[in-house]
């Protein structure tokens, strides 16, 4: 089992390009093309896609570029990079069919997941709420990376979350050896990728393991448990995964606060369906 551990995780780590969704890659690439498009209009489409995000913050954090602080939003590493590496990172992403038959539930669900964590943010009074929504969109990144590196397991992953109907990460976990949330950490650390997304990548399955940031897992955890109980997009299973309780100590909401988060995204919620790709 170790050796198979060892074996999948070299696979997952063997990354060159990721998968991006072609109705993404084909309206960024003609906004790119308009000279005086803004850079928060691009930042809003880039936005709707987890993997072309993540080409950006992985780029714009890269020792290429040397800033000193850790860029963690679209815009800002948009006005960063300029538009014509945006067009590179574009142009260089692979677009895989399997993402047109497969990833598009996916897709539904993450950008749920980051409408949901700003929407949370902003209700707690965090700050740089648009950091929290990056984290949402990422969440289940690592979902994607498994299914293009090791596309030989998500038939065995797909049927034991059927036939012993559990969560898609821990049915990931018993035909790995790890979860989506482990390849999350593995991806942030190669791409040195700030500590803040880490901990919402990585611990939203796990919160007691959040030591720096918990109000980010804690976020995304709870921003994930809404986005499946509005039933937005499909990640991987049809469960509602448990909510732990500890979010609201650790974001200080009341049951206010949460009752407006819910009005928030009822009328929120319903932009999304209208956003799915033909």
Not at 46 to 66: E, F, H, R
Not at 142 to 169: F, H, N, R, S
Request: glycine share 6%.
């Amino acid at each position: 089992m170790e050796d198979l551990r060892l074996e999948a995780k070299k696979k997952v780590l063997a990354i060159k390009d990721l998968p991006t969704l072609p109705q993404v890659l084909e309206e960024v690439s003609k906004l790119v093309e308009d000279p005086n498009v803004s850079t928060e209009k691009i930042a809003q489409v880039i936005s709707k896609d987890q993997v072309l995000s993540a080409k950006v913050l992985k780029m714009v954090n890269s020792p290429i570029y040397g800033f000193p602080r850790r860029i963690s939003t679209i815009q800002h590493a948009l006005v960063l990079l300029g538009f014509n590496v945006i067009k590179g990172i574009i142009i260089s992403t692979s677009v895989f069919d399997i993402m047109n038959t497969s990833m598009v539930g996916l897709w539904e669900h993450s950008l749920g997941c980051a409408l949901a964590s700003s929407v949370i943010a902003k209700k707690a009074n965090l700050k740089d709420p648009e950091e929290y929504s990056v984290a949402g969109l990422l969440h289940d990144l690592g979902k994607v990376i498994a299914l293009v590196q090791l596309p030989e397991l998500k038939t065995e992953v797909e049927e034991l979350v059927k036939k012993e109907d559990i969560p898609y990460y821990l049915a990931e976990k018993k035909v790995m050896g790890f979860g989506h949330d482990r390849i999350n950490a593995w991806l942030v650390d190669y791409w040195n990728l700030p500590l803040r997304l880490k901990e919402g990548l990585a611990w939203h399955h796990q919160l007691g393991m959040a030591k720096h940031y918990p109000e980010v897992a804690a976020v995304v955890h709870l921003a994930d448990f809404l986005t499946r109980v509005f039933e937005i997009g499909f990640a991987g299973d049809d469960q509602v995964s448990k909510l732990d309780g500890r979010v609201f100590k650790i974001l200080k909401l009341s049951l206010s606060k949460f009752e407006e988060i819910l009005d928030e995204l009822c009328d929120e919620f319903i932009e999304i369906s209208d956003l799915r790709p033909d």
